[in-house]
């Protein structure tokens, strides 16, 4: 697990700046949407292309805040990065630029939809009431990514709880444009795995200034009403 150290500066800021350290402190499960981002066996499993090992670390956290999340009466979504022919056309600024021919080729049959690599490590606590979105950017938020944004609104979610890998990658930019949308984000400081405590660390001290309200596990489970008491009808 990442040894979490926000930088002090941002933190300095945001006690300057704001009225409390912890914007969201409580949320409303009807208008929040736990978003799981990119916890596909690509990034999770042993010597797989994009290992990310601390993303392993991370799983029971994730669980654990989906189960309080669901119970409440949330919902739950679980992105995934997909790399298909249409990205790798018009997005040849990340395929063509940032990789050599090789690294390329190794994307499409990572995450190509048909591909092992591409689904959900199977350790999370998928349900069939769940959302999987497929995304073919970084951000579920950039236009045409994915139909993510529009879902949301049709549902009247307009706080997200953002979990999963890469911090510095994927779930920055999702909760960078999330936030510019208009929408509460909480981003889980224990929730969230990078390549390296510091890169890790960095998004956390972005997060805390500009976009998002930084939570560890314990916190987020402490802003989720307990799930609705059943009781049996009268016979």
């Known amino acids: 697990m990442h040894t979490i150290d926000i930088p002090a500066g941002a933190l300095a800021r945001v006690a300057q700046f704001r009225e409390q350290r912890h ?10 949407a736990h978003v799981v981002v990119d916890l596909q066996n690509g990034f999770m499993e042993p010597g797989a292309p994009v290992e990310v090992p601390t993303a392993r670390e991370i799983v029971p956290n994730v669980n654990r805040i989906t189960q309080a999340v669901r119970a409440a009466g949330g919902t739950i979504i679980y992105l995934r990065f997909k790399t298909d022919a249409e990205a790798l056309s018009s997005w040849s600024s990340f395929y063509d630029c940032m990789f050599n021919r090789a690294r390329r080729d190794e994307m499409v049959v990572t995450f190509g939809p048909d591909c092992h690599h591409f689904l ?5 606590d998928v349900q069939p009431s769940d959302w999987v979105v497929d ?24 706080t997200l709880i953002i979990t999963g890998t890469l911090t510095n990658c994927c779930c920055e930019s999702t909760a960078r444009d999330a936030m510019q ?26 997060m805390v200034a500009l976009f998002a309200d930084v939570m560890e596990t ?3 489970l ?5 799930a609705p008491v059943q009781t049996e009808r009268a016979a």
């Open 222 to 226: 402490a802003a989720c009403p307990a």
């Open 135 to 158: 995304k073919t950017r970084f951000s579920a938020f950039v236009p045409g990514a994915c139909d993510l944004h529009e879902r949301l609104k049709a549902a009247g979610i307009d």
């Open 218 to 220: 314990g916190e987020v």
């Open 120 to 124: 959900l490590w199977p350790h999370l």
């Open 23 to 32: 914007m969201f402190a409580t949320i409303d499960p009807r208008r929040t």
């Open 181 to 206: 949308r208009d929408y509460r984000v909480i981003f889980v400081s224990d929730g969230n795995a990078a390549l390296s405590d510091a890169e890790h660390n960095a998004t956390l001290g972005n």
